[in-house]
C-alpha cells in the first residue's frame, strides 16, 4: 500500500530571519458547543471527545470517542458536516466498538489518528484492556464501515522504565517517504503523561518506539501549567515545519485545570513549546483533545469542554475556534512560533 501524507500547508510568512507573524484576532464560534452529547438513553450520552477531524474538500469528516450511562465501554463515532459547526452523525454509530470479553480492547477504545490513501480511510486507536491501553488498527472504504486488522494489536506497551508501560494511544499519524510517523500520548502509570514518538515501515502495521520514547514532556517549573500531563498530540506538517497543540495539566488529564498549548519542530522529534502557552483556555471548565485542519484561509480547530465540578450539567462536549490564515502583526522571533493565540472558550 502506498500512501500520500495528507497535508494542511500552513500559511506561514517569514519576513527575515529570526522573524514571523503571529496572528492576533481569533473568533470563537457564537453556538458553541457544536457537538453534544447524545440523547438519554444513547450509547454516547455521557461523552463526546472529538479525535480527528478530515476535510475531503466539501465535507468535514469527525471521529470522536464517547461513551454513555448504560455502556461502560467507549467507542469511535463518526459525524460530517459541511461547515464544521452543524454536524450529522452517522446512522451506523458507533461505528467501531470494544472487542469481546477477553480481548485486547474488551474495555473501550479511546482516541483516533486517521489518514485516506485515495481510496481507504487508516485509522489507529487506542483500545483498553486489562489496564494497559495498546494500539490496533482498522480500515474502511467510507469512513463508517470498518474492519479492524486481525493481527491487533499492532502497538504494545513497553516494559519497565520504557516511559509507555501502560499506555499507548494514538494522536496522530502522518505518512512521509513511505514512513509512518505517529505522535502518541504514553504513560507509565499515575497519571502522568507525556507525547510519545514512533514510526513504521510496513504500512503502519509493525511500529517502533523512539528511545527515549517522549518527544514532549511536561513543565519543568513549579507550578507550571502543564506540570504533570502533555498529551493529545494533534501535528500538523507544512513541508518545512511541524506544528502540534497538545493537552497540558497540572494534576493528570483530564482535570480542571486542563488548557491547550502549541509547539513547533523542525523535525518532529525536538519540540519548542509556545513562551505563552497555553493557547486555548476554556472558561467554566477545561480544554482538551484539540483537533486541528487548515483549508487553505482559515485553521479550524475542535476540542472538549469539560465542565468544572460541580457543573450542573457534567459532560464533556465539543466547542469550536477559528482562525484567519496570516492575519497579525509582527510579535517575536521564530522562538515563540506561529498560529497559537485561540480566543474560543467553552458554552
Known amino acids: 500500500m502506498s500512501v500520500k501524507p495528507i497535508t494542511f500547508v500552513l500559511c506561514v510568512i517569514v519576513c527575515s530571519v529570526g522573524i514571523a507573524t503571529a496572528q492576533t484576532e481569533w473568533e470563537q464560534h457564537p453556538s458553541n458547543p457544536v457537538l453534544e452529547p447524545g440523547l438519554p438513553g444513547e450509547w454516547d450520552d455521557e461523552a463526546r471527545s472529538a479525535t480527528t477531524v478530515f476535510f475531503d474538500g466539501s465535507t468535514y469528516h469527525m471521529w470522536f470517542y464517547g461513551f454513555g450511562s448504560n455502556q461502560a465501554e467507549s467507542a469511535i463515532g463518526h459525524a460530517t458536516s459541511p461547515d464544521g459547526v452543524d454536524w450529522t452523525m452517522d446512522p451506523l454509530n458507533p461505528v467501531l466498538t470494544a472487542g469481546a470479553p477477553g480481548d485486547w480492547d474488551e474495555d473501550g477504545l479511546v482516541g483516533s489518528a486517521v489518514i485516506h490513501d485515495g481510496a481507504l480511510f487508516h485509522l489507529w486507536y487506542g483500545g483498553v484492556g486489562g489496564g494497559v491501553t495498546r494500539v490496533g488498527y482498522a480500515t474502511s472504504p467510507d469512513g463508517s464501515i470498518w474492519t479492524k486488522y486481525p493481527g ?134 477545561w480544554a482538551y483533545q484539540p483537533a486541528v485542519s487548515f483549508d487553505g484561509s482559515i485553521y479550524h480547530m475542535w476540542y472538549t469542554h469539560g465542565p468544572n465540578p460541580g457543573s450542573p450539567d457534567p459532560r464533556d462536549v465539543v466547542s469550536y475556534a477559528t482562525s484567519g490564515c496570516c492575519g497579525g502583526i509582527f510579535a517575536c522571533g521564530f522562538e515563540c512560533g506561529e498560529t497559537t493565540a485561540w480566543s474560543a472558550v467553552g458554552p
Open 152 to 285: 491487533n494489536p499492532v502497538m504494545d506497551v513497553g516494559g519497565s522504565g520504557s516511559g509507555y508501560a501502560v499506555m499507548v494511544r494514538p494522536g496522530t499519524v502522518i505518512v512521509e517517504d513511505d514512513v509512518y510517523r505517529m505522535w502518541f500520548t504514553a504513560s507509565a502509570g499515575d497519571w502522568l503523561l507525556w507525547v510519545g514518538y514512533a514510526e513504521s515501515t510496513d504500512d503502519g502495521i509493525t511500529w517502533t518506539a523512539r528511545n527515549p520514547v517522549w518527544v514532549l514532556r511536561a513543565g519543568s517549573d513549579p507550578g507550571a501549567w502543564d506540570g504533570t500531563a502533555v498529551a493529545n498530540p494533534y501535528v500538523i506538517f507544512d513541508g518545512s515545519t511541524y506544528h502540534m497543540w497538545f493537552a497540558g495539566a497540572l494534576n493528570g488529564l483530564p482535570a480542571a485545570t486542563a488548557s491547550i498549548g502549541y509547539a513547533f519542530s523542525n523535525n518532529g522529534i525536538e519540540w519548542t513549546k509556545h513562551r505563552d502557552n497555553p493557547v486555548v483556555q476554556s472558561t467554566g471548565g
